[in-house]
């Protein structure tokens, strides 16, 4: 365990899965860290693990005045320190077929995952940029490959993509370095949710006719890749890397189904991927 000093760091959704993991990590390895969760309930459970450089700080990344009086919150800790580190993590998944997503999901998917990250950092920003911090987002290989039946998850993955590559760009004259965290399948809460959250249960028969066998198969898909995922503190070592190296990087691919994918991405033409895709799912 670190005992140095390395600064203060806020991570976002950070009430179970790779938030909560990244979150605990960050403070074992010597940051003081302020955990971004949505419910006291969520915060009692943050100050429960009785670390003194771990702290709750309730935050929707949806309502602006949570983000105003969290960053009001920061700032009255930090003083004129200024903040070392922002890590954009809260996100959700619709998994459904595009044709089929009723339009408000959609909205909200965008809200949370492409929307929140962009006015979390707007309101940080201040105190990154007085300590020269560093943004590191979590996104997802979905970001590079858009997944069959999982539509609304790949399209605000992708945005931010954007997100990251821009903000970069934006912020290098300030020597602010921006991280994009680009995971493949991770042990968290996301893939239970996945198993619970069945679109065919709410689907018509219409729909059904149109897509339920490729929403069986892309559910099978999912229950596999649950049974390889890997740890999160892999993704709470990428991000440590982002936050502290000398020279870290501007992607991160975390696990061998990312950097696999990743490459098929780079390499093949889309109607060759295409196909490999729907192979995965038949």
């Given at each position: 365990?670190?005992?140095?000093?390395?600064?203060?760091?806020?991570?976002?959704?950070?009430?179970?899965?790779?938030?909560?993991?990244?979150?605990?990590?960050?403070?074992?390895?010597?940051?003081?860290?302020?955990?971004?969760?949505?419910?006291?309930?969520?915060?009692?459970?943050?100050?429960?693990?009785?670390?003194?450089?771990?702290?709750?700080?309730?935050?929707?990344?949806?309502?602006?005045?949570?983000?105003?009086?969290?960053?009001?919150?920061?700032?009255?800790?930090?003083?004129?320190?200024?903040?070392?580190?922002?890590?954009?993590?809260?996100?959700?998944?619709?998994?459904?077929?595009?044709?089929?997503?009723?339009?408000?999901?959609?909205?909200?998917?965008?809200?949370?995952?492409?929307?929140?990250?962009?006015?979390?950092?707007?309101?940080?920003?201040?105190?990154?940029?007085?300590?020269?911090?560093?943004?590191?987002?979590?996104?997802?290989?979905?970001?590079?490959?858009?997944?069959?039946?999982?539509?609304?998850?790949?399209?605000?993955?992708?945005?931010?993509?954007?997100?990251?590559?821009?903000?970069?760009?934006?912020?290098?004259?300030?020597?602010?370095?921006?991280?994009?965290?680009?995971?493949?399948?991770?042990?968290?809460?996301?893939?239970?949710?996945?198993?619970?959250?069945?679109?065919?249960?709410?689907?018509?028969?219409?729909?059904?006719?149109?897509?339920?066998?490729?929403?069986?198969?892309?559910?099978k898909l999912i229950a596999d890749s649950?049974?390889?995922?890997?740890?999160?503190?892999?993704?709470?070592?990428?991000?440590?890397?982002?936050?502290?190296?000398?020279?870290?990087?501007?992607?991160?691919?975390?696990?061998?189904?990312?950097?696999?994918?990743?490459?098929?991405?780079?390499?093949?033409?889309?109607?060759?991927?295409?196909?490999?895709?729907?192979?995965?799912?038949?």
């Amino acid at each position: 365990m670190a005992t140095d000093d390395l600064g203060t760091v806020v991570v976002t959704g950070a009430s179970t899965g790779i938030g909560a993991a990244c979150a605990l990590y960050l403070s074992e390895r010597g940051f003081q860290v302020f955990a971004g969760v949505r419910k006291p309930s969520d915060a009692q459970a943050v100050t429960a693990r009785g670390r003194p450089n771990l702290e709750p700080l309730i935050l929707d990344v949806t309502q602006p005045e949570t983000i105003t009086a969290a960053v009001q919150a920061v700032q009255a800790s930090l003083g004129s320190k200024g903040l070392a580190g922002l890590v954009n993590n809260a996100g959700i998944s619709y998994d459904e077929p595009l044709e089929c997503v009723p339009i408000a999901s959609l909205r909200h998917q965008f809200e949370v995952n492409a929307i929140g990250p962009v006015a979390v950092t707007q309101a940080f920003l201040p105190m990154l940029r007085s300590a020269r911090g560093r943004v590191v987002t979590v996104g997802s290989i979905n970001g590079l490959i858009a997944s069959p039946m999982s539509g609304p998850y790949s399209m605000s993955k992708f945005a931010i993509e954007a997100f990251s590559d821009g903000l970069r760009r934006e912020l290098a004259p300030w020597g602010i370095h921006v991280a994009l965290i680009e995971p493949g399948a991770i042990k968290t809460a996301i893939w239970d949710k996945a198993t619970v959250n069945d679109w065919s249960a709410k689907a018509t028969p219409a729909q059904l006719d149109l897509y339920g066998e490729a929403y069986r198969q892309f559910r099978k898909l999912i229950a596999d890749s649950a049974q390889k995922a890997v740890p999160c503190d892999q993704v709470s070592q990428a991000i440590l890397h982002a936050l502290t190296a000398t020279k870290p990087r501007t992607r991160y691919l975390v696990g061998k189904d990312a950097r696999l994918l990743a490459r098929l991405a780079a390499l093949l033409p889309d109607r060759v991927l295409d196909g490999v895709l729907r192979k995965a799912m038949s």
